[in-house]
């Protein structure tokens, strides 16, 4: 059953999220067949808010740890905070899984 991993970035941390985002968007590519949907959250106006949203398809909670923490920003220590949730696939891009 796939997970949702919820990022929220330390406060005055965009820099280290700047430094480090090649190196993020290489893990993502790296790591693209586990990725139901991946991305940053985003305010109203398109600014970042400092976090984000992965859904991935694997099969543990350890599995969800050991894939957020292998992130580099999570390396970088960006994140303040981070939620793992097991997620039942109903419909993704238009296909039902039930």
């Known amino acids: 059953m796939p997970f949702i991993i ?3 970035d330390k406060p005055n941390h965009q820099s280290v999220r700047q430094a480090h985002r090649p190196a993020h968007l290489a893990f993502l590519e790296q790591h693209k067949h586990l990725l139901l949907a991946c991305g940053a959250k985003l305010a109203d106006d398109g600014s970042d808010l400092g976090g984000g949203l992965y859904v991935v398809a694997l099969d543990s909670r350890e599995e969800a740890k050991r894939f957020i923490e292998a992130d580099p ?3 970088a220590g960006l ?3 981070v ?3 097991r997620w039942r696939k ?3 891009d238009g296909h039902c899984h039930l």
Request: net charge negative.
């Open 90 to 92: 109903a419909y993704v």
């Open 83 to 85: 939620t793992l949730t």
């Open 73 to 75: 920003f999570h390396a």
């Open 6 to 8: 919820e990022t929220f």
């Open 79 to 81: 994140f303040e905070r």
